[in-house]
């Protein structure tokens, strides 16, 4: 049994609607999904700004709703964002759009790119594991690209 149908269009915000398995999701495309612990490697630089981030986002999370993805993204993520950025120099790009066919199109929230490296950020205001699979639908998309 087929999750899309194939002569339907879909976004990565209407996947996310369909609250697919995620497993079930990525075998569509020829994918497979495991479960594991990463291990990654420790950045070597010095993390000289991350008890003044914490600080500024101390000081002004108790003034500020968080209810909705755009203000969890606004106050937020942007700000470790621009700290990323600090830290790897990546080019960044916002709301970035990729298409890929009419089953993998839309959005990327964030898109934080170097040479060798990319990192895609998906915001979301809650539904953590339908998040995963509209993330997942991107990193598919951007393979694929």
Known sequence: ??????NQSYTFSKIFELK?????FVAEF??????KKLKL?????ELDRLQELNDRLEEILP???LTTEISRREILISRVVTE???????NLKIEYQLKVSEQLQGYLDYLLHTENNFIVIEAKNEDLMNGFTQLTAE???LDQW
Do not use: C, W
């Open 139 to 141: 990193l598919i998309a």
């Open 63 to 65: 003034y500020v709703s």
């Open 41 to 45: 490697s420790k950045y070597q630089g």
């Open 20 to 24: 697919p398995e995620v497993d079930e």
């Open 84 to 90: 990323l950025i600090h830290y790897t120099h990546a």
């Open 30 to 35: 020829g994918y497979s999904f495991t479960r």
């Open 1 to 6: 049994m087929s999750i899309l149908n194939p």
